[in-house]
């Protein structure tokens, strides 16, 4: 269904629907056959002159383009957003001033190391690139879901990737981070100590592309009509809550749906569960610049919430999938200097070198400088400027005048007053040497470290502990492995003792750790909980007993909970009362990672590798720390290794309302206390 938006019906221009159409070359020119080549004789060589043949194999020839140099993997989708009430006072942004107004939007979302069919579990940060096509042309907000970047230079991006990615003389490993260069990187950059704590937490396995938060990074400027400017910090956050996998889990669905989050996004808007996220801005009025225990233009820093706290000022609502992945996911090109009047840059220097970095990488990946004429890239406001031909030229200019100053065009196009919406840089002024230098001001690495780490509850310590200590564990490097340990002692001496114990390191001496402070924010603890589009696995057999399961299965769709059923077989089962349920999934094509929750719904009572398979299910997913559940014969199962009693284990027999109770339990999304031994 294709949904009313500027920018679709924009697109809609360039769409076409081949199907029930005659098949011609790319000249229009009717085909006679497809399938066997122009020979001369049933046995003879191919013709040259068999243009239809040639023209078909050089366009496939031609049909890649260079994956992303980064942020290769991902997935993309339109939407729309809508800001709560005019934000006026801090930014003359025009898609940010009037409640009633939609402007369309398209989001990708990525994995940063890995190639472009790698799995979408890797440990690793998620981009979160949303283009506003507002009506002053397009706002890119190209953030991640990690608030703070690795380094503090752009200078130092090429030497971050070439780190992480595979290492180059064997090209391994693909889209992780758990090899000697990557942590050889870590511990002779030590600013990139905040954001490896952040990549090593939950946040760097999540869930779903609808449940993680996004952050523009860099500190932004807002303006206002008269001029006025204020440090801003954006923030995306999920309706759903900020949710995450567990490990074993995350490299388990990377072999059984390296597409999971892909696929999620997709059935969800298909679905009709629209993913939303709020709009949230952190802001600093320029005259408090110097008044934070941390440089507002580090990119290695955060602003704690509970210190500048986050003002949601709007919501976006991806509604619509697209229709073709290379002509938009592919083909779009984000980039941070895409801005709108209203918004404007900072002296940070990651951001100043990301200006450079990203037209720079479309030419090569687009292959010319026309790229913002593809579709997907194209504002939806007109666009007009002396701009001409280059590879793939789609807009045909007419008239002679393709300069400026001009007599014969009247001098037009015309340059606009910033009353008439021209963008005038914000007038900051600057003055200082030519100098290659960080400034002082940045050289504190490790203070918001521990502040994460002193954020953390339980269970978040532990794995990051667990984290660390498997990506030391894969690197080879003995000298590595202690640099590493020796670094993250100035964060925590906790948890460097424990990882050091992991990966027998030698433990290093205890430093004095003064920070105190904690920002309950950062723990995904404290997000929100909820039940609505989260998946179950129900597990039925021949015989189970109709009413009782459907009145749990209804009141589960009731609540917005997707069921899915598993049996040993495809086609239909058939429960007592003339209840008859479609199997989705048998136990081969089902696997417990690929669902939230896993209900033992009974029947089949006398088969016992029925049973077996249906244990094997419910253990792992236990084992994962998910809500499991069981009615009727199913409830065996659960009876054994104390399961019966673990939190988030739900049987029939044991609770007045199971379905209430079962809906509680998937509603805390893991049950982390059954982690403790
Ligand atoms: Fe970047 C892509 C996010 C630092 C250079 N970056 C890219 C994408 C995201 C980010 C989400 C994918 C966009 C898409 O889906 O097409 N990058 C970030 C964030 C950063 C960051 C949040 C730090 C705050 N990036 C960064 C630096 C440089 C680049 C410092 C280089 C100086 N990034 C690129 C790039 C990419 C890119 C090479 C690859 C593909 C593209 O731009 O279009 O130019």
Redesign the pocket.
């Known amino acids: 269904m294709t949904r009313n938006n500027s920018k679709k019906e924009q697109l809609e221009q360039y769409t076409t629907d081949d199907r029930k159409k005659k098949m011609t070359t790319n000249q229009g020119v009717r085909v006679y056959e497809d399938e066997f080549s122009l020979k001369a004789g049933k046995r003879g060589p191919t013709l040259m002159e068999d243009f239809h043949f040639r023209e078909k194999m050089t366009h496939f020839d031609h049909e890649r383009i260079p994956e ?5 993997r ?1 997935f ?1 989708a339109h939407g729309e957003f809508q800001v709560y009430e005019s934000m006026k006072k801090f930014t003359k942004a025009d898609f940010l001033q009037d409640p009633s107004k939609t402007t369309p939007v398209f989001v ?3 994995t ?1 190391a890995g190639s472009k069919g790698s799995g979408e579990l890797a440990r690793d ?5 949303t283009k506003f096509y507002t009506d002053e042309g397009n706002y890119d907000l ?3 879901n ?1 608030p ?4 503090q ?6 030497d ?2 070439h780190a992480v990615k595979p290492e180059p003389h064997n090209g391994i490993p693909q889209a992780a981070s758990a090899h000697d260069t990557f942590w050889d990187f870590v511990a002779n950059n030590q600013e990139s100590a905040h954001m490896v704590m952040w990549t090593m937490s939950d946040r760097a396995i999540p869930r779903s592309f609808r449940m993680m938060e996004g ?4 500190t932004f400027r807002f303006v206002n009509a008269e001029g006025k400017s204020h440090f801003v910090k954006f923030h995306w956050k999920p309706v759903l809550g900020t949710h995450s996998v567990v490990w074993d889990e995350a490299q388990k669905i990377n072999g059984k749906d390296p597409d999971f989050h892909r696929r999620d996004l997709w059935e969800s808007i298909e679905n009709g569960d629209y993913p939303e996220y709020e709009l949230g801005v952190q802001m600093i009025p320029e005259e408090d610049e110097f008044k934070f225990d941390f440089d507002v233009l580090d ?1 290695t820093k955060l602003w704690p919430e509970e210190e500048v706290p986050v003002q949601l000022i709007g919501k976006m609502t991806l509604n619509q999938n697209v229709e073709n992945v290379f002509a938009e ?1 592919e083909q ?5 200097g895409h801005v709108v009047p209203g918004i404007d840059f900072t002296n940070d220097p ?2 100043q ?2 200006l ?3 037209t ?3 030419l090569i ?1 687009l292959g010319g400088p026309n790229f913002h004429e593809l579709p997907i890239n194209r504002p939806v406001c007109p666009f007009h400027n002396n701009q001409r031909d280059g590879y793939g030229r789609h807009t045909i200019n007419s008239g002679p005048v393709s300069y400026h100053n001009n007599s014969m065009a009247d001098n037009t196009p015309q340059t606009s007053t910033e009353e008439e919406g021209g963008y005038k840089h914000y007038q900051e002024k600057v003055d200082g040497h030519k100098i290659r230098a960080r400034s002082e001001s940045f050289e504190d690495h490790f203070t918001q470290a521990t502040l994460f780490w002193n954020s953390m509850s339980a269970a978040e310590k532990q794995h990051l502990i667990n984290a660390f200590s498997f990506e030391l564990g894969k690197v080879e490097s003995k000298s590595i492995q202690q640099q590493v340990i020796d670094m993250y002692a100035n964060v925590s001496t906790e948890l460097t003792q424990e990882v050091a114990k992991a990966i027998g390191a030698q433990i290093p001496e205890e430093k004095e750790i003064n920070i105190t402070k904690s920002s309950p924010a950062l723990s995904q603890q404290n997000t929100v909980h909820s039940v609505s589009t989260r998946k179950v696995g129900v597990i039925v057999g021949e015989g189970f007993k109709g009413k009782e399961v459907q009145e749990v299965v209804n009141d589960l769709k009731m609540n917005n909970i997707h069921v899915e059923f598993i049996s040993n077989q495809l086609g239909t089962v058939n429960g007592t009362d003339n209840i008859v349920y479609e199997m989705d999934h048998t136990f081969l094509t089902a696997d417990s990672v690929l669902f939230d929750a896993v209900l033992v719904a009974g029947g089949d009572e006398e088969n016992k590798a029925f049973y077996k398979q249906a244990a094997l299910l419910l253990h792992e997913a236990y084992s994962h720390l998910k809500p499991v559940g069981a009615l009727n014969i199913g409830e065996e199962l659960l009876k054994v290794d104390d399961m019966k009693d673990s939190e988030g284990v739900v049987l029939e027999s044991f609770c007045k309302d199971f379905t209430k109770q079962f809906m509680e339990a998937i509603a805390v999304h893991r049950h982390w206390n059954r982690e403790v031994v």
């Open positions: 992303r140099i980064v942020h290769a991902g993309a990708r979302f990525s940063v940060a998620r981009g979160f690139a190209v953030g991640n990690i703070v970047f690795f380094i230079d752009a200078m130092k991006f090429p971050l990737i952050f523009g990074v860099h990119p996911t779009v090109a984000f980039h941070p990651l951001l070198g990301r450079f970095s990203y720079d990488t479309q990946r």
